[in-house]
């Protein structure tokens, strides 16, 4: 798709929006942060990474619609208490989306998985996404102001994957989705998620993930892109465009969810 320009960006302008997008130090969350730049909206990323945050930063299309960058893990209480802390001081933020989350390891499957690793999943997937949405819907009520939350969950939030840490945090926050949105709306809040496929990137390693059989296996029959995701998130975050929608899951996934992908093979 060819944009003309910005004033007649057929996928709507967020020049009205601060937004944050944790996980911003690569794949969906990079691909996020790139697109909203080229939307207008002013930026506040934050990823565990600060080199991987600062490769996003320096590769932003507007390098000024970058208005505060953050390190901290949000796989730990103190992390999401101080990005938290910092939000609350900050301009206000009135688009939220949650991409953070940990590299997944083949490995760690029902049996080997050690209860570090499950409590950083969870805890970054659930728990923060949850307090930060929770913590942002205050203050916008409080405000009287509008805004729209994207969770970046999996299409493994309903098909086992043999991650049962990655699963069970991605069937969380689809639940977690519903209970906010349910509760917000009626502040003119809005809260949807974005159900990947196979996107190369941050936490999916393709080359490891039989990538031949994922290809067969999705309809459109190539992988996505962090950009095929960001375009659905920037639309879910525009009121002009998707203002009756909350409390959905959209698939963005070229069609895998019609297609058995998971084998015997891939749970042994």
Same mark, same amino acid.
């Given at each position: 798709?060819?944009?003309?320009?910005?004033?007649?960006?057929?996928?709507?302008?967020?020049?009205?929006?601060?937004?944050?997008? /944790?996980?911003?130090?690569? %794949?969906?969350?990079?691909?996020?942060?790139?697109?909203?730049? =080229?939307?207008?909206?002013?930026?506040?990323?934050?990823?565990?990474?600060?080199?991987? *945050?600062? #490769?996003?930063?320096?590769? *932003? &299309?507007?390098?000024? @619609?970058?208005?505060?960058?953050?390190?901290?893990?949000?796989?730990?209480?103190? !992390?999401?208490?101080?990005?938290?802390?910092?939000?609350?001081?900050? #301009?206000?933020?009135?688009?939220?989306?949650?991409?953070?989350?940990?590299?997944?390891?083949?490995? +760690?499957?029902?049996?080997?998985?050690? /209860?570090?690793?499950?409590?950083?999943?969870?805890?970054?997937?659930?728990?923060?996404?949850?307090?930060?949405?929770?913590?942002?819907?205050?203050?916008?009520?409080?405000?009287?102001?509008? !805004? @729209?939350?994207?969770?970046?969950?999996?299409?493994?939030?309903?098909?086992?994957?043999?991650?049962?840490?990655?699963?069970?945090?991605?069937?969380?926050?689809?639940?977690?989705?519903? #209970?906010?949105?349910?509760?917000?709306?009626?502040?003119?809040?809005?809260?949807?998620?974005?159900?990947?496929?196979?996107?190369? %990137?941050?936490?999916?390693?393709?080359?490891?993930?039989?990538? +031949?059989? *994922?290809? #067969?296996?999705?309809?459109?029959?190539?992988?996505?892109? &962090?950009?095929?995701?960001?375009?659905?998130?920037?639309?879910?975050?525009?009121?002009?465009?998707?203002?009756?929608?909350?409390?959905?899951?959209?698939?963005?996934?070229?069609?895998?969810?019609?297609?058995?992908?998971?084998?015997? =093979?891939?749970?042994?």
């Amino acid at each position: 798709m060819t944009l003309t320009s910005d004033h007649h960006n057929p996928l709507g302008d967020l020049s009205n929006q601060t937004v944050l997008i /944790t996980g911003a130090g690569n %794949g969906i969350g990079r691909g996020a942060a790139h697109h909203l730049a =080229t939307l207008n909206a002013r930026l506040v990323l934050t990823d565990n990474s600060s080199d991987a *945050l600062s #490769e996003t930063i320096n590769s *932003l &299309p507007k390098p000024d @619609s970058i208005h505060t960058s953050i390190v901290e893990d949000l796989s730990t209480e103190e !992390g999401t208490s101080n990005l938290i802390k910092l939000l609350d001081s900050e #301009e206000i933020v009135t688009g939220f989306v949650h991409s953070a989350s940990p590299k997944r390891i083949d490995s +760690d499957d029902i049996f080997s998985v050690n /209860t570090d690793t499950w409590d950083a999943m969870m805890n970054t997937n659930a728990r923060s996404g949850f307090m930060i949405a929770r913590a942002l819907g205050q203050k916008l009520t409080t405000l009287k102001r509008q !805004g @729209s939350f994207v969770f970046v969950t999996s299409l493994h939030a309903t098909t086992p994957r043999n991650l049962p840490h990655y699963s069970a945090s991605k069937a969380a926050q689809v639940m977690i989705v519903k #209970e906010l949105a349910r509760a917000l709306g009626r502040h003119g809040i809005r809260v949807n998620a974005v159900a990947p496929g196979a996107i190369p %990137g941050g936490g999916f390693d393709a080359e490891t993930s039989g990538i +031949d059989r *994922l290809i #067969e296996c999705t309809s459109m029959k190539r992988l996505g892109t &962090p950009e095929d995701v960001a375009r659905i998130i920037g639309v879910l975050l525009n009121d002009e465009l998707t203002g009756y929608v909350t409390g959905a899951t959209i698939p963005v996934d070229g069609g895998m969810a019609l297609h058995n992908w998971i084998t015997p =093979t891939n749970l042994e």
